[in-house]
């Protein structure tokens, strides 16, 4: 499954617990977990909310118990989410270069649980400035026009009271305010408008225009630095074994 990967039981992670006080994990839910993805939630000032969901085998008792420990250590999981908002930022800094859109990073979290015998990444950040927004219109396209797509989905969610007025790629499936592209899908070139159902003059917001057809071909490596924060292993804390 695209996103999942094996917990990596080693002197790298067994290093990183040593010395915390772990205290006890919370049992494992039982619900079924979810899938890998990737969601853009955007603002009508062009700010979003991305949220990034990686999914891990836990294969034994021991991997589930490894994992249990990482989510009970404050420490290590403090350094893995601020090496990740670093990553972050370097992205908003390049894009915003390439842009010339002022951009940040901000109010990141991250929460691990565990379903069964997988365990959940989430991994959420603040990204000002990630659409262009202006006289209730939103564009949005980079980072990901610039990329070969995701190994996961990407889900853009727009605001309430917006509607796509124009994209290319088409994505896999479209419905209020959110457009979902498969995994591996071609993003290159993507754009996205999404209009104010009431523009500023009080007139009704222009008909969506035709899409291209989506695209679910290709199996690159994923989209830069993205795939690098979509694995734990750039932590040094899990192997990125395609499960």
Do not use: C, I, K
Not at 129 to 158: H, M, Y
Not at 160 to 178: F, H, I, K, L
Not at 225 to 238: D, Q
């Amino acid at each position: 499954m695209s996103g999942r990967h094996t917990l990596l039981t080693s002197v790298a992670l067994s290093a990183l617990l040593v010395g915390a006080v772990a205290g006890p994990a919370a049992a494992a839910q039982t619900d079924a977990p979810p899938e890998p993805s990737l969601t853009v939630d955007l603002a009508a000032d062009g700010d979003a909310r991305l949220t990034l969901v990686s999914t891990y085998d836990l294969d034994d008792e021991s991997e589930q118990a490894a994992f249990d420990d990482l989510r009970s250590n404050e420490t290590a999981r403090d350094a893995y989410e601020q090496r990740q908002t670093a990553r972050w930022q370097s992205l908003a800094e390049n894009t915003s270069a390439r842009t010339d859109r002022e951009m940040a990073v901000t109010n990141s979290s991250l929460t691990l649980s565990r379903t069964n015998a997988t365990g959940v990444a989430t991994y959420s950040v603040t990204w000002t400035g990630l659409a262009a927004a202006e006289d209730g219109l939103l564009t949005f396209g980079e980072p990901f026009a610039s990329s070969d797509g995701l190994d996961r989905p990407l889900v853009v969610v727009f605001p309430a009271g917006y509607q796509v007025t124009s994209v290319s790629p088409g994505p896999a499936n479209s419905s209020d305010g959110r457009l979902v592209y498969a995994a591996d899908a071609e993003l290159d070139g993507l754009s996205v408008v999404a209009t104010s159902s009431t523009a500023p003059d009080g007139t009704p917001a222009p008909s969506p225009t035709a899409t291209a057809a989506g695209t679910t071909g290709g199996s690159g490596p994923g989209f830069g630095a993205v795939g690098a924060l979509a694995a734990l292993a750039a932590a040094g804390l899990f192997a990125g074994r395609r499960g």
